[in-house]
């Protein structure tokens, strides 16, 4: 599965990662639900929900807080075509966090409670959680299996840090094979999965059903195709080159039809850039950084 990354697995993105890599399942970015505006969703978030996308199952995620608020969203959804609905629980982030939204509702295990039945009472199709391991007790997961399971969420995804470590040091996957041992709920595991060789024997250790993957699909988006064997595991350097090339090559008329004005088509181009580390490619990367006009970029893009 393609994770959700807001600000890049915009539906652009996701028409590339999907033409290229054909993930399984993509999710949006967080939608943010309005606590206060009955439409509940921003008019750029609205165009976001579907079913599918390109023929691939689309998960919309929410992040938000109070029942009334996400179960109307829900409904909202549901009205507007989306099947698979998931609840973010796991972002560590600013305003996120005071509002006690995302990752900062762990801290409230009886809010959960509550709100986790109201939301599959409203949700037709599949409803999923994606969390971490806990809010700074990683193994405070354990404790809130039970109630995922009681409110009868279809599967969850796993990101084994917990919130207030952010992105520090590494996700611990013995916690992904704990839990999967110990719920019945299919569980997907993510986090720092770095090429298709770690995600099979990631598959291998956990026991999980799925994985999910974002930075290194920002950095591959054929990742997820190598994971299939449909694309080589570990290409040669020309074959990385090739790769690379196209896949900025096919972003960049995606973007310039998403995204309005040189600077900003830039910006998002230059984002996605952050992801790339592979050492060979370096130079190049640094210079496509300092690019200043589209056809300058895109010329830079040739060297590859
Ligand atoms: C820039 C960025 C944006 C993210 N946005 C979201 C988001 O909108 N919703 C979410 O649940 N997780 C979000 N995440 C977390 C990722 O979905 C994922 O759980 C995390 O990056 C670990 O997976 P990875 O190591 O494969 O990247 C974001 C992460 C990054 C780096």
């Not at 801290?107 to 599949?126: M, S, V």
């Not at 109630?147 to 590494?170: I, N």
């Given at each position: 599965?393609?994770?959700?990354?807001?600000?890049?697995?915009?539906?652009?993105?996701?028409?590339?990662?999907?033409?290229r890599?054909?993930?399984?399942?993509?999710?949006?970015?967080?939608?943010?639900?309005s606590?206060?505006?009955?439409r509940?969703?921003?008019?750029?978030?609205?165009?976001?929900i579907?079913?599918?996308?390109?023929?691939?199952?689309?998960?919309?995620?929410?992040?938000?807080h109070?029942?009334?608020?996400?179960?109307?969203?829900?409904?909202?959804a549901?009205?507007?075509?989306?099947?698979?609905?998931?609840?973010?629980?796991?972002?560590?982030?600013?305003?996120?966090?005071?509002?006690?939204?995302?990752?900062a509702?762990?801290?409230?295990?009886?809010?959960?409670?509550?709100?986790?039945?109201?939301?599959?009472?409203?949700?037709?199709?599949?409803?999923?959680?994606?969390?971490?391991?806990?809010?700074?007790?990683?193994?405070?997961?354990?404790?809130?299996?039970p109630?995922?399971?009681?409110?009868?969420?279809?599967?969850?995804?796993l990101?084994?840090?917990?919130?207030?470590?952010?992105?520090?040091?590494?996700?611990?996957?013995?916690?992904?094979?704990?839990?999967?041992?110990?719920?019945?709920?299919?569980?997907?595991a993510?986090?720092?999965?770095r090429?298709?060789?770690?995600?099979?024997?990631m598959?291998?250790?956990?026991?999980?059903?799925?994985?999910?993957?974002?930075?290194?699909?920002m950095?591959?988006?054929?990742i997820?195709?190598?994971?299939?064997?449909?694309?080589?595991?570990?290409?040669?350097?020309?074959?990385?080159?090739?790769?690379?090339?196209?896949?900025?090559?096919?972003?960049?008329?995606?973007?310039r039809?998403?995204?309005?004005?040189?600077?900003?088509?830039?910006?998002?181009?230059?984002?996605?850039?952050l992801?790339?580390?592979?050492?060979?490619?370096?130079?190049?990367?640094?210079?496509l950084?300092?690019?200043?006009?589209?056809?300058?970029?895109?010329?830079l893009?040739?060297?590859?």
């Amino acid at each position: 599965m393609l994770a959700p990354m807001q600000g890049l697995t915009n539906s652009a993105m996701r028409r590339l990662v999907i033409d290229r890599g054909r993930p399984e399942v993509v999710f949006t970015e967080f939608l943010r639900v309005s606590g206060v505006s009955r439409r509940r969703f921003g008019r750029r978030d609205m165009a976001d929900i579907a079913a599918e996308q390109d023929g691939v199952p689309l998960v919309v995620q929410l992040v938000g807080h109070g029942v009334e608020p996400l179960v109307d969203a829900a409904l909202i959804a549901r009205d507007n075509g989306a099947r698979h609905l998931n609840l973010n629980l796991g972002c560590p982030y600013g305003r996120m966090t005071t509002a006690a939204t995302g990752g900062a509702l762990l801290q409230y295990p009886e809010r959960l409670a509550e709100l986790l039945p109201a939301l599959r009472r409203a949700i037709a199709g599949g409803f999923s959680v994606k969390l971490r391991a806990g809010y700074e007790d990683p193994r405070q997961i354990f404790s809130l299996l039970p109630l995922l399971e009681d409110a009868g969420v279809d599967w969850l995804v796993l990101h084994p840090r917990t919130v207030v470590q952010k992105y520090a040091g590494e996700a611990d996957h013995r916690l992904t094979a704990e839990v999967v041992a110990r719920t019945r709920l299919p569980v997907i595991a993510n986090g720092d999965i770095r090429s298709a060789a770690e995600g099979r024997l990631m598959l291998e250790r956990t026991g999980a059903a799925g994985l999910m993957i974002g930075r290194a699909a920002m950095a591959d988006p054929l990742i997820f195709a190598r994971l299939r064997g449909d694309a080589p595991g570990i290409p040669d350097l020309e074959q990385q080159a090739r790769d690379l090339h196209g896949y900025l090559q096919g972003l960049l008329p995606l973007y310039r039809e998403r995204f309005c004005g040189e600077k900003q088509v830039l910006d998002k181009m230059k984002n996605v850039l952050l992801f790339i580390d592979q050492p060979a490619f370096a130079d190049t990367v640094r210079r496509l950084k300092k690019s200043r006009t589209i056809p300058a970029f895109a010329r830079l893009l040739e060297e590859l």
